[in-house]
């Protein structure tokens, strides 16, 4: 089973025991058209003691931003007393809604930003979303679409074993020094300059349907990307504004240098390798600093699509994990600096609060006229010849 770990934002294959519905499910498999028999492979006290009722809900097990960022769009503020059917551990969901807020989409009230309502637009998960926003910014948003695309579907390289140093050949070809994206954002304008040919695709060792796929979801994205009236920019070949803006999205995802091969997650030190598949795995040198697209267990924990970065734009882009420590600056200058923006945070928060109750106030005043004038209504309803009649206004 694919699980997420969001301490560590990491997608791990585990292995689960099968549960008692899907062992059921398995045996009526048997003998459905014709006679059959099921053999179990675990004993009747493992059946009945050990196997889970029912399956672990996915919504319990993947990665929650884009829920998060959906609820927020829907105005529900309280999202950890939000009614689901089978609700995420609410630890578990507080981490998610907290990592969310690093890629601008809320504020430090929780309420969903100008960024946030554009994200929400996307049927992407928020770091690329956010990518996408940031080539807007960075006027890169081009060659930005294309590797969103790309990695939007499965690896469009294939390895057959009988044939696997001549793709491993064909692979490097298309390789950018420093970055897996822009090796992919090589492969897909390679494939259009050869006019989407199929032909080409079967020599060069790629997925044909993967790129087609690609092709599909860029398109779809443009159709969003007009509807929000952001116009299409391209950087040419200065591939530096697009490699900030990957950091953008992956700041969070940020690993440094530890040993050959070796790095370690900025923030929560978690080993992390390269993958002997990676553009940057047979590079001469190996970059101080990488961001990567996800973290996936298998024999060790290898870092899937890797960018190598500049340090400053860490600090540039995700400041609340990273600073640039200056020689001149002392540490009591540094403390001030952070009660400062504390000082901002809680002021924002007060305002909020004080904001919150004038709407309740002016809600209570307008209820309380609506009802003054529902009773008004009715008394004069209620006149007529003879004694006064009052009545009631139905509850």
């Not at 591939?239 to 900025?266: M, P, Q, T």
Request: proline share 6%; with cysteine.
């Amino acid at each position: 089973m694919k699980v997420y770990n969001p301490r560590m934002g990491m997608d791990a294959l585990q292995v689960f025991p099968v549960s008692r519905a899907a062992a059921d499910q398995r045996a009526g498999r048997a003998g459905r058209t014709g006679p059959g028999t099921c053999y179990r492979l675990f004993t009747e006290s493992a059946y009945q003691n050990e196997l889970l009722p029912n399956p672990v809900p996915e919504i319990q097990r993947t990665n929650l931003g884009n829920v998060v960022l959906l609820l927020k769009s829907l105005k529900i503020e309280n999202l950890l007393d939000f009614d689901f059917m089978d609700p995420p551990r609410r630890k578990i969901f507080s981490i998610q809604c907290t990592s969310c807020g690093c890629w601008a989409p809320l504020n430090n009230v929780g309420s969903l930003t100008e960024i946030g309502w554009k994200m929400v637009e996307f049927p992407l998960d928020p770091p690329l979303a956010k990518m996408l926003l940031m080539g807007e910014q960075l006027e890169c948003i081009n060659e930005v679409l294309t590797i969103v695309s790309m990695l939007s579907v499965p690896s469009v390289f294939f390895r057959p074993k009988d044939r696997a140093e001549e793709s491993d050949a064909a692979r490097e070809k298309f390789f950018v020094p420093e970055s897996d994206h822009l090796t992919l954002l090589n492969v897909y304008q390679q494939w259009k300059a050869n006019q989407y040919r199929g032909d080409w695709c079967n020599d060069h060792f790629l997925h044909v349907k993967g790129l087609r796929k690609a092709r599909e979801v860029r398109s779809q994205l443009l159709d969003i990307l007009k509807s929000l009236k952001i116009p299409l920019t391209s950087c040419g070949m200065e591939w530096d504004v697009v490699r900030k803006a990957i950091c953008s999205a992956y700041f969070h995802n940020a690993a440094r240098l530890k040993g050959v091969g070796e790095y370690v997650n900025c923030r929560n030190g978690m080993p992390c390798h390269l993958h002997p598949s990676s553009a940057l795995y047979g590079l001469g040198y190996t970059p101080d600093y990488v961001v990567y697209h996800e973290l996936v267990l298998t024999t060790k924990e290898y870092m899937q699509c890797v960018t190598a970065v500049e340090p400053h734009w860490l600090a540039e882009l995700g400041p609340m994990f990273f600073s640039v420590k200056e020689s001149d600056t002392s540490m009591l200058e540094h403390k001030k600096k952070q009660k400062e923006e504390k000082t901002a945070m809680e002021e924002e928060m007060e305002n909020l609060r004080k904001e919150q109750a004038e709407a309740d106030k002016l809600n209570e005043e307008r209820e309380r006229e609506k009802k003054a004038k529902q009773q008004q209504q009715v008394i004069m309803v209620g006149v007529r010849k003879g004694p006064r009649t009052y009545l009631r206004p139905n509850k």
